[in-house]
C-alpha cells in the first residue's frame, strides 16, 4: 500500500517562497509516476507538476504553464521523498496543495490518472 504524507505549507507574502515535501512509502513501482496538485475553494482540482522517477541520469519533471519558471520539483536520492519549491509566490496559488502517485501513464495531468493521495498542505499568499 503506498502513502503519501505533505508538509511545509504555510502563509507568505506575495514574492514569498515555500517549500513542500511529500514523504512517501510502499511499493516504488507503483509510484513510477508522481505528481503535485492543487485546488482553490470553488475550483477544480489542477495539476501543478508531474515526475518520472526511473528516467535516468535524473528524473524528468514537467510543469504546468500557470507555474513554468517558479515552481520546482526534485525527488531525494532514495525517491521517498517528493519536494516542490514554489518561488515567486502569487495570492493566485493560494490553494490546498497535494502530492499524488499511482498513474501508469507521465506525465499525467487529470486527478481520475492517480490511485493515491496525500491529506494535503495549505499555502495562503498574501498580497
Known amino acids: 500500500q503506498v502513502q503519501l504524507a505533505e508538509s511545509g505549507g504555510g502563509s507568505v507574502q506575495a514574492g514569498g517562497s515555500l517549500r513542500l515535501a511529500c514523504a512517501a512509502s510502499?511499493?516504488?513501482?507503483?509510484?513510477?509516476?508522481m505528481g503535485w496538485f492543487r485546488q482553490a475553494p470553488g475550483k477544480e482540482r489542477e495539476g501543478v507538476a508531474s515526475?518520472?522517477?526511473?528516467?535516468?541520469?535524473?528524473?524528468?519533471?514537467y510543469y504546468a504553464p500557470s507555474v513554468q519558471g517558479r515552481f520546482t520539483m526534485s525527488l531525494d536520492s532514495a525517491k521517498t521523498t517528493l519536494y516542490l519549491q514554489l518561488d515567486s509566490l502569487k495570492p493566485e496559488d493560494t490553494a490546498m496543495y497535494y502530492c499524488a502517485t499511482g498513474s501508469q501513464q507521465c506525465p499525467a495531468w487529470q486527478p481520475h490518472d492517480y490511485h493515491y493521495w496525500g491529506q494535503g498542505t495549505q499555502v495562503t499568499v498574501s498580497s
Open positions: 510502499g511499493s516504488i513501482y507503483q509510484r513510477k509516476c
Open positions: 515526475i518520472y522517477i526511473f528516467n535516468t541520469p535524473s528524473p524528468y519533471t
